[in-house]
C-alpha cells in the first residue's frame, strides 16, 4: 500500500513540499513601566530600626496609592533587617541594625511616573531604580508580529515556488516559535533605559522627564506548503 501523500514528512515528486521560515520583528511604544523602591532605615537597636523603616515604608506606600488608577500594580518584594558588628574585638557586640523594604510599582501613565519617581526620591533613605519599560501579555502588537511572521513565510513558499514554474497548492504545517516581547522586565543594564535616585535634601524637585524606550517585539514561525509539480 502507498502512503497518502499529504502524510509523507518530505512530499513526493508529484506532491512535494517546500518548507520556509517567517519572521517579523516590529517596534512599538511601550504601555506599561516599572519601578523598584528600596526603603532603607539604621538605628543602634532593632526596635528603632523597625520603627523608623515601618514609618517610612507607610510614607511610600501611601505616596504611591495616592495617585489612583495609573498606578496599575503595587507589591512588596522583601523585607530584612540585619545586625551590624563591631569590627574589632572577639564579642559579638552589635554596633547597628539595618533595616530595607523592596517594594515594586507598575504604572501605564508616563506623565505620572515622571512625577511619582521625583516625589519618591525626594523621601528620606529612599532609593528608586527604573524605569523599566515593558507591554502588556495581551498587547495587540504580539498579534500583529505574528500576522507579519505568517505572511512573510507565505510569500517566501510563493517565490520558491514560482521560482520552479509551480505554485502554492496546500499548507501543510505552521509552527509557532514565540512571538513575544523577549524580556517584559529585564534587569538594569540588559537594554533598558534605567535610572537610579537616592533623597535629597532640599524638597519639592521639578518633576522628571522621561522618554519611553520603544519596544521590540519578534515572532518567528516554520510553515510547510505542498506545492504542484515544478516545470524544471
Same mark, same amino acid.
Given at each position: 500500500?502507498?502512503?497518502?501523500?499529504?502524510?509523507?514528512?518530505?512530499?513526493?515528486?508529484?506532491?512535494?513540499?517546500?518548507?520556509?521560515?517567517?519572521?517579523?520583528?516590529? !517596534? %512599538? &511604544?511601550?504601555?506599561?513601566?516599572?519601578?523598584?523602591? #528600596?526603603?532603607? @532605615?539604621? *538605628?543602634?537597636? $532593632? +526596635?528603632? =530600626?523597625?520603627?523608623?523603616?515601618?514609618?517610612?515604608?507607610?510614607?511610600?506606600?501611601?505616596?504611591?496609592?495616592?495617585?489612583?488608577?495609573?498606578?496599575?500594580?503595587?507589591?512588596?518584594?522583601?523585607?530584612?533587617?540585619?545586625?551590624?558588628?563591631?569590627?574589632?574585638?572577639?564579642?559579638?557586640?552589635?554596633?547597628?541594625?539595618?533595616?530595607?523594604?523592596?517594594?515594586?510599582?507598575?504604572?501605564?501613565?508616563?506623565?505620572?511616573?515622571?512625577?511619582?519617581?521625583?516625589?519618591?526620591?525626594?523621601?528620606?533613605?529612599? !532609593? %528608586? &531604580?527604573?524605569?523599566?519599560?515593558?507591554?502588556?501579555? #495581551?498587547?495587540? @502588537?504580539? *498579534?500583529?508580529? $505574528? +500576522?507579519? =511572521?505568517?505572511?512573510?513565510?507565505?510569500?517566501?513558499?510563493?517565490?520558491?515556488?514560482?521560482?520552479?514554474?509551480?505554485?502554492?497548492?496546500?499548507?501543510?504545517?505552521?509552527?509557532?516559535?514565540?512571538?513575544?516581547?523577549?524580556?517584559?522586565?529585564?534587569?538594569?543594564?540588559?537594554?533598558?533605559?534605567?535610572?537610579?535616585?537616592?533623597?535629597?535634601?532640599?524638597?519639592?524637585?521639578?518633576?522628571?522627564?522621561?522618554?519611553?524606550?520603544?519596544?521590540?517585539?519578534?515572532?518567528?514561525?516554520?510553515?510547510?506548503?505542498?506545492?504542484?509539480?515544478?516545470?524544471?
Amino acid at each position: 500500500m502507498t502512503q497518502d501523500a499529504s502524510h509523507q514528512p518530505y512530499g513526493t515528486p508529484e506532491v512535494p513540499r517546500v518548507a520556509v521560515r517567517g519572521e517579523a520583528r516590529i !517596534e %512599538v &511604544d511601550p504601555e506599561i513601566a516599572r519601578i523598584g523602591i #528600596t526603603v532603607s @532605615a539604621r *538605628g543602634t537597636d $532593632r +526596635r528603632t =530600626a523597625l520603627e523608623d523603616l515601618t514609618r517610612r515604608n507607610h510614607t511610600v506606600l501611601d505616596l504611591i496609592k495616592s495617585y489612583g488608577d495609573p498606578v496599575e500594580k503595587l507589591e512588596t518584594g522583601s523585607f530584612s533587617i540585619t545586625p551590624e558588628l563591631t569590627r574589632h574585638g572577639r564579642a559579638e557586640r552589635i554596633r547597628a541594625y539595618h533595616g530595607r523594604v523592596h517594594i515594586t510599582a507598575e504604572l501605564s501613565d508616563f506623565t505620572t511616573l515622571g512625577e511619582l519617581t521625583t516625589r519618591l526620591a525626594d523621601l528620606e533613605l529612599t !532609593e %528608586v &531604580d527604573g524605569p523599566w519599560w515593558a507591554l502588556r501579555p #495581551t498587547s495587540p @502588537a504580539h *498579534g500583529q508580529a $505574528r +500576522r507579519q =511572521a505568517v505572511l512573510e513565510a507565505v510569500q517566501r513558499a510563493r517565490e520558491y515556488a514560482e521560482a520552479l514554474g509551480a505554485r502554492l497548492a496546500a499548507l501543510v504545517e505552521l509552527a509557532d516559535l514565540g512571538a513575544e516581547n523577549a524580556n517584559p522586565f529585564p534587569a538594569p543594564g540588559a537594554g533598558m533605559r534605567t535610572m537610579a535616585f537616592s533623597a535629597a535634601e532640599d524638597a519639592g524637585p521639578p518633576p522628571l522627564d522621561l522618554e519611553p524606550q520603544r519596544q521590540t517585539v519578534y515572532a518567528q514561525v516554520n510553515a510547510r506548503f505542498t506545492m504542484t509539480p515544478p516545470q524544471l
